[in-house]
């Protein structure tokens, strides 16, 4: 697997020491055993309808084993240098207010995962890196396994480490349809009189 590299489009962190132990490199992150999103198009499609997120923009939203979205929260950081310990500070605090923790189980059963919305392309930059790191520790901290880290630039999204992305949903772009909408609720089927009186019912 391959990885690009980009500047990062924050400031870098004031010593090379708090660098190197605040950040994830794209090898290190790879090999963290990260579960697989099953449809990471579907949750980010789901994210971006719900929160229709701008630049700057961090999404961290909690999945149960269904990958189905229980707790959601966005928020934009204020400028400051690319710092894995603050980022984890922000995502820990987005996260106790959303949902409750899980330090009781012996083993996460929700997982946690980000949408980082930001502009440039989706190569890895250390800005990234330092929130690989903050959601790492903020998921050990709240008792929830670690899930995907996704960018969403004007150009689409990308799973980091994965090699999986899109080009819809982007920054910019208008929500799915699909992504909000719910199945009307069924009408029972049974037959006789009751079917005729509802199906007039729906024709009115």
């Known amino acids: 697997m391959t990885f690009g590299f980009a500047p990062s489009s924050a400031t870098s962190l004031s010593t090379p020491a ?3 132990t605040r950040l994830l490199e794209p090898a290190e992150w790879a090999a963290a055993g990260i579960p697989l999103l099953r449809n ?10 719900r929160h229709h997120p701008g630049p700057a923009t961090a999404i961290v939203a909690v999945l149960d084993q269904d990958e189905r979205v229980r ?4 928020f934009t950081p204020r400028p400051a240098p690319a710092d894995g310990w603050m980022f ?15 330090l009781r189980r ?3 059963v929700r997982t946690a995962v980000l949408l980082h919305c930001r502009e440039g392309d989706a190569r890895w930059t250390e800005e990234d890196g330092a929130w690989m790191w903050g959601l790492r520790d903020a998921c050990t901290l709240h008792g929830l396994r670690c899930g995907a880290y996704i960018t969403l630039t004007r150009d689409g999204w990308q799973v980091l ?6 080009r ?22 049974t037959g ?4 005729d009186v509802l199906r007039r019912a729906a024709a009115r």
Not at 40 to 49: K, M
Not at 168 to 189: D, K, M, N, Q, V
Not at 192 to 195: E, N, P
Request: no cysteine; hydrophobic share 35%.
């Open 88 to 102: 984890r500070n922000a995502l820990l605090s987005q996260l106790r207010r959303v949902v409750p923790h899980d």
């Open 161 to 166: 480490g994965e090699g999986r992305g899109g």
């Open 192 to 195: 006789g009189v009751a079917s």
């Open 18 to 20: 708090a660098s190197a």
């Open 106 to 108: 012996r083993t996460p």
């Open 71 to 74: 707790a959601s929260a966005s």
């Open 40 to 49: 990471p198009r579907e949750v980010v499609s789901g994210l971006h309808a």
């Open 168 to 189: 819809r949903p982007g920054i910019g772009s208008a929500p799915e349809p699909f992504a909000t909408a719910e199945a009307p609720p069924r009408i029972p089927r």
